[in-house]
């Protein structure tokens, strides 16, 4: 039944589609009943108002020929009224489904549009994080650039520090040796003292 459906109306996809597939319906639906009301007016077309004379021994019969005519087109009449009244109904109750089908495409509308923003934020915040990711990379090499230059001042310090420390414990061992050369001179120019007793 889906399929066949499906076949003769295609597939729905929009309401507009729904609009032209109801009021194929509403035609073909029509067209139904105007043949079936054709039908019976070809019935009664056999029929016409020159049948119908007062000379006519069976004139009873023919007026209620005649009389059965108007009847049948009066409910003909009838019948298109009810087919007008429920095609309007049907078209109102398909505009009422419109309706909430555009209130609710409206609804899904502005949910997308809801997780479109969200995607862009969060497509923003990405790009801001690989940008940041980049600034530390850089940060990164002049935090090592920093070490190998604090590595390196430390290294000249020590360097500095050192040939100081050498220069001091070479002038003490120049100055000692010094003073034990010059104390060692006067002691030699001195007389010994020979302890006198008395």
Sequence with gaps: MASETKAKYGTINTVDSLRKNFDLWMEQTASYRKADADEIGIELSHIGPNDISDEDPDNEQMSGQSDLRTEIEL???????????????????????????????????????????????????????????????????????????????????????????????????????????????????KPPVIPVSK
């Design 75 to 189: 409910r003909h009449e009838l019948l298109r009224q009810e087919i007008q009244m429920r095609q309007d109904a049907l078209r109102q109750e398909q505009a009422i489904r419109d309706k909430a089908l555009d209130e609710r495409f409206a609804g899904f509308i502005a949910a997308q549009a809801e997780r479109d923003k969200r995607m862009e934020d969060i497509a923003d915040r990405a790009t801001k994080a690989a940008e940041s990711a980049a600034t530390v990379k850089s940060n990164y090499w002049a935090a090592v650039g920093v070490q190998l230059l604090a590595v390196a001042a430390i290294l000249v310090g020590g360097y500095f520090a050192l040939h100081q420390s050498n220069q001091s414990v070479a002038q003490t061992v120049q100055s000692s040796y010094q003073m034990g050369r010059d104390d060692g001179r006067k002691e030699d120019s």
